[in-house]
């Protein structure tokens, strides 16, 4: 089931408005947050437009946190953040996705609230692109 007012479910334009897409993996998608104040951040969207965690199987769940898993990998591989945050929002986009946050000691807000979307650092095209590339080879 898709949501055509949902950028997750389309792509394109509203999806590029906060990420670019890396690839699928085994129910999700992993995308790229273009709001790149913690370096590596990335967001993994299930496969369908539902809203909860309650809202798939057991086994849809389980396969949605090994793409968790495998995105969080790479991302430790390629960025070597000092913690890794989960954040599993969604309040007015009821598309079930998980935020993966790296942060970094010493670095935007270490120890301290997680702004959602900060909006400080927005890189290249090619900036993207590498950082793309990384995460996949690193996959």
């Known amino acids: 089931m898709k949501d055509n007012n949902c950028g997750y479910c389309v792509g394109g334009e509203p999806l590029a408005k906060f990420g670019i897409k890396i690839c699928d993996l085994k129910v999700s998608q992993l995308i790229l947050f273009k709001e790149q104040s913690k370096l590596g951040r990335c967001i993994i969207a299930y496969k369908d437009h539902v809203s909860e965690i ?9 396969l949605f946190f090994e793409d968790v898993a495998h995105a969080a990998r790479a991302i430790h591989k390629v960025f070597k953040p000092d913690k890794l945050n989960y954040g599993a929002y969604g309040d ?8 993966l946050c790296p942060k970094y ?14 909006q400080k ?3 290249t095209d090619d900036e993207y692109q590498d950082m793309i590339e990384k ?3 690193a996959l």
């Not at 986009?93 to 998980?98: K, N, P, R």
């Not at 000691?105 to 900060?118: A, L, R, T, V, Y």
Request: one cysteine or more.
């Open 54 to 62: 309650v809202d798939i199987s057991d086994e849809q769940r389980n």
């Open 92 to 99: 007015t986009g009821c598309h079930l996705h998980m935020h």
């Open 135 to 137: 995460i996949k080879a």
């Open 121 to 123: 650092v927005y890189l």
């Open 105 to 118: 000691k010493g670095g935007d807000e270490w120890g301290g609230i997680f702004q959602m979307n900060p």
